[in-house]
Nanobody
């Protein structure tokens, strides 16, 4: 089982990026994106629990970021618009088949992790 995250890069404030998280080996019912800036703890960004109805965003990205899922490709995307310098971090995708909805924001609740992709937003 492997999660492969990609799509990061260096952009200017206001630009957009789309991150991808390709799962191989199995499908998952729940996905999430977390991020970690230097010196900070890993931070919840968005969680997708089994369906679009159960999608949760952190307040810091709500209205700017959108998670989507391509089932045939077994890939999850994170569309990031109106990027800000404070969005700069390493972004990690996570997945699970045993997640409890109430724990979607906890990093420890997710069983599988991608390797991370760097997003840098310049001002």
């Amino acid at each position: 089982v492997q999660l492969q995250a990609s799509g990061g890069g260096l952009v200017q404030a206001g630009d957009s990026l789309r991150l991808s998280c390709a799962a191989s080996g199995r499908t998952f019912s729940s996905y999430a994106w977390f991020r970690q800036a230097p010196g900070n703890e890993r931070e919840f960004v968005v969680g997708y629990f089994r369906s679009r109805v159960n999608t949760y965003y952190s307040d810091s990205v709500k209205g700017r970021f959108t998670i989507s899922r391509d089932n045939p490709q077994n890939t999850v995307y994170l569309q990031m618009n109106s990027l800000k310098p404070e969005d700069t971090a390493i972004y990690y995708c996570a997945a699970s088949n045993s997640l409890i909805l109430s724990t979607v924001r906890r990093a420890s609740a997710h069983n599988y992790w991608g390797q991370g992709t760097q997003v840098t937003v310049s001002s």
